[in-house]
């Protein structure tokens, strides 16, 4: 099959790609710039189509003769852009794809959503019905793009949504990179009582609900929180990496108030953001402090046949590897 996945040389676009080509599809990465993982792909034997979701003539290149789309293209954290640009692309792009895989008669279209856009869970674990609570820009208009799908879905397009939990994994440098590097030094401070779920899903896991919303006349017209089998506290997570690296007994976890936090996150946003540069602390970050995510994934357990196969031990030995290369 032809598979075109947008986002393709993003931390979990690139996954998705090389598991489509292990197994023998012909694998098309869009992406808006070129980098080293474009080379990457090119030598796996895969196809790199440049340019943005927004222009619709780079997306009918991309999806010409295509059977399936992945679109996980997004705007996520962009630096000096007004707001309207994460319109532009996670809504406005998603509705070129929509409308490009509607005329060459794609056999199915699978759109990466985010568990974000339940915001903070007051009753977990959150379930598909749980209410919409977007909190920041991005996850309101990846939310947005929700309904456009399900419009082409109700007009017989076989479309699938899918809401990952808290990705991670090898390549992983801004989630679960950063709690490495933090333990490594010695000190993971914490802000907050450090009692607010994290739900993480191993990008391989990821990777396997996508390939199974694949499968002709499973999850048509659906929508599914895909996380591993477990969540926990952002402290137990902070001791599991400590034990991983085998520095529980050394590594301090002080615990300070979070306001303060908050009210800097906001100040910093807004004072970088006028020069492009990217803030140290920002409200989105903060928020990972307090606000839970914990979620029910029986739905695609039953309907998807979804199982996570890497558990949260192997994924952080899996990662920590990766992030010890990095480090020497």
Excluded at 43 to 63: L, M, P
Aim: hydrophobic residues 35%; glycine residues 10%.
């Amino acid at each position: 099959m032809k598979i075109v996945v947008t986002g393709g040389t993003g931390f979990t676009g690139k996954a998705l790609v090389k598991r489509l080509l292990d197994e023998g599809n012909e694998v098309v990465a869009l992406d808006y710039k070129e980098g080293i993982k474009t080379d990457e792909i090119k030598s796996w034997g895969g196809e790199v189509v440049i340019g943005s979701v927004t222009d619709k003539s780079v997306v009918e290149k991309a999806f010409k003769g295509a059977d399936i789309i992945h679109h996980l293209a997004a705007a996520f954290r962009e630096l000096d852009v007004p707001n309207s640009y994460y319109d532009e692309v996670n809504v406005g792009g998603t509705r070129n794809a929509l409308e490009v895989a509607e005329k060459v008669g794609v056999k199915k279209f699978i759109y990466c959503s985010t568990c974000g856009v339940h915001g903070n869970i007051e009753k977990p674990p959150a379930n598909e019905e749980a209410p919409i609570n977007a909190a920041d820009y991005y996850q309101q208009t990846k939310y947005l793009a929700e309904p456009v799908v399900q419009e082409y879905s109700a007009r017989g397009m076989k479309c699938t949504i899918l809401r990952p939990t808290a990705l991670y994994g090898p390549g992983d440098k801004d989630r679960f990179g950063m709690i490495f590097r933090r333990v490594n030094k010695g000190t993971f401070p914490i802000f907050g009582d450090g009692e607010a779920f994290y739900h993480p899903v191993y990008v391989e896991n990821y990777v396997d609900a996508s390939l199974l919303a694949q499968v002709p006349g499973i999850g048509d017209g659906e929508t599914y929180l895909i996380g591993d089998e477990d969540y926990l506290s952002i402290e137990e997570l902070v001791v599991k990496v400590a034990e991983s690296m085998g520095v529980q007994d050394t590594v301090k976890i002080p615990h300070y108030p979070l306001l303060p936090l908050r009210i800097a996150g906001h100040m910093t946003e807004w004072a970088c953001k006028p020069f492009g540069v990217a803030p140290p602390i920002f409200p989105r970050r903060v928020d990972w402090y307090r606000q839970n995510r914990a979620f029910d994934i029986s739905k695609a357990q039953r309907e998807l046949g979804y199982k996570p196969a890497v558990d949260l031990k192997e994924g952080i030995l899996s990662q920590r590897g990766w992030s010890c290369e990095r480090a020497n």
